[in-house]
């Protein structure tokens, strides 16, 4: 798992430094980094098919990337939207506790393996790898490994070196302002009658 997150670590090192984005290329990375689909962005951005896949070309060139999770995990890691602006994933403030085996996956899939590489790396058959993602999913409560480890990695169950955290959302607190007796105990405990 080491040597999976070493090779995230470089890729993000050897992207370029994600300067001068215009707000059309900022909006798309917003859209495809928080997991809409193709169509969902188009409808958003109002833009042609076409157009997206020629940005999103455009977006894989200035990172140096090659694939999709790759360029929304290089992205976030330098920050060219802030995490906060990526769907929140997962609705409990913690994440899920993953197995090793899991964990490992996870990592794999963000330093750009394939299923199949992936699969060697871990000693598995693509067969039975592509079966553990599929519960990792489940578990994880996503749609997609691309969904499963941009999650994962912003919501803090994996550790991706450079990628940021969400911050859960505060926890909800009783007020302790309200009256003590709502009348409640009253109810249970009348008090007893005196003389009339």
Do not use: K
Request: with cysteine; proline share 10%; aromatic share 6%.
């Amino acid at each position: 798992m080491a040597l999976a997150a070493e090779r995230f670590e470089t890729a993000v090192a050897a992207a370029p430094e994600p300067t001068g984005w215009s707000a059309l290329y900022v909006d798309t990375f917003r859209f495809f980094a928080g997991g809409s689909s193709h169509q969902q962005t188009c409808a958003q951005l109002h833009i042609a098919p076409d157009t997206l896949r020629w940005r999103m070309g455009r977006i894989y060139d200035r990172l140096g990337v090659r694939t999709p999770l790759s360029a929304a995990l290089v992205g976030l890691a330098h920050r060219i939207v802030p995490v906060e602006d990526v769907s929140p994933w997962w609705p409990q403030p913690q994440p899920p506790v993953l197995t090793d085996q899991g964990t490992c996956a996870l990592v794999l899939a963000a330093s750009g393996l394939d299923r199949r590489q992936a699969a060697r790396h871990l000693g598995r058959t693509p067969d039975a790898h592509a079966y553990r993602l599929l519960l990792l999913r489940r578990r994880l409560g996503v749609r997609s490994l691309f969904h499963g480890v941009v999650a994962a990695a912003i919501n803090g169950a994996i550790d991706l070196p450079g990628v940021p955290r969400r911050q859960p959302p505060p926890s909800s607190v009783e007020d302790d302002s309200l009256p003590s007796d709502t009348g409640r105990e009253r109810l249970l405990h009348p008090a007893p009658e005196g003389p009339r």
